[in-house]
C-alpha cells in the first residue's frame, strides 16, 4: 500500500506528531466560522508557504492530494453561482481547500506510526471501559494508508472505462470500486489475523471462523 508521507525530511517532519494536530484542531476551529474572502486567501497562502517550506516536491504532492476535492468544490461553486452568491461559494472553496491542505501536510509530515502513538495516548482513558485503543489506532492507520489507494484505484477503472466506451465514467465505477475495497479489506484481515490480530493482552478482536 502507498504511504502519505513524505521520504524527503524536512524541519515539519521533526515537530512532534502530537504539537502539529493541536494546531491542526486549532487552525480548524478558528477557520470554521470565517467568512472573510482576505483572511481565507491569506489562510490558505499560509498553507502554500508551509508546503514551499518543504520543497517543491511537497507542493506537487499536495496539489495531487488536493485534486480530489476539485469536483466538490466545482459543485459549490455551481450551486452557489445558481443562488446567485458567488462570494460565498469562493469563501467555502477557500475554506475547505485551507482546511484540507493543512491536514494533509500534517499527515505528509508525520509517520503513520507516531501517529497511531498519539491516538492510543488520546484513546487510552478509555481503555478502564474495555475499548481496544491498539484496534482504533489501526483502524485510523488503515483508512490513512487505503485512501490514496482507493484514489489510484478508481482512477485506473475510470481510464479503463472510458478507453473501453469512449464516453467518460461516472456512476459506472461504483460497484466496481466498492468490491475492490472489500477485496483488499478482506486481505488485510486476513493478513492481521494470521499475524494474532490486535487485541489486548494477546487476544485476538477477530472472529476466527
Known sequence: ??????????????????RKLLVLFGATLFLFPVVSLPILSACLAV??????????????AGLAMAR??????????????????????????????AMVGFANFVTMTSRLSDMMDVTM??????????VNTRAVALAFALVMRFTPVLILKGAALTEAWR???????KWHVT???VLLALDDAEH??????????????????????
Open 68 to 97: 480530489p476535492i476539485a469536483f466538490v468544490c466545482a459543485i459549490i461553486l455551481a450551486y452557489q453561482l445558481f443562488i446567485g452568491d458567488v462570494l460565498a461559494g469562493v469563501g467555502i472553496v477557500l475554506k475547505i481547500l
Open 175 to 177: 460497484i466496481p470500486l
Open 121 to 130: 495516548r488520546l484513546l487510552s482513558p478509555f481503555e478502564r471501559f474495555g
Open 163 to 169: 478507453a473501453r466506451s469512449g464516453a467518460r465514467a
Open 47 to 60: 498553507v502554500a508557504a508551509l508546503y514551499l517550506s518543504v520543497g517543491f516536491v511537497a507542493l506537487k
Open 188 to 209: 488485510v484481515a486476513q493478513a492481521l489475523r494470521a499475524r494474532g490480530g490486535m487485541g489486548q493482552n494477546g487476544d485476538t478482536p477477530w472472529n476466527e471462523t
Open 1 to 18: 500500500m502507498l504511504t502519505l508521507t513524505l521520504e524527503q525530511q524536512s524541519w515539519a517532519h521533526r515537530v512532534p506528531v502530537g
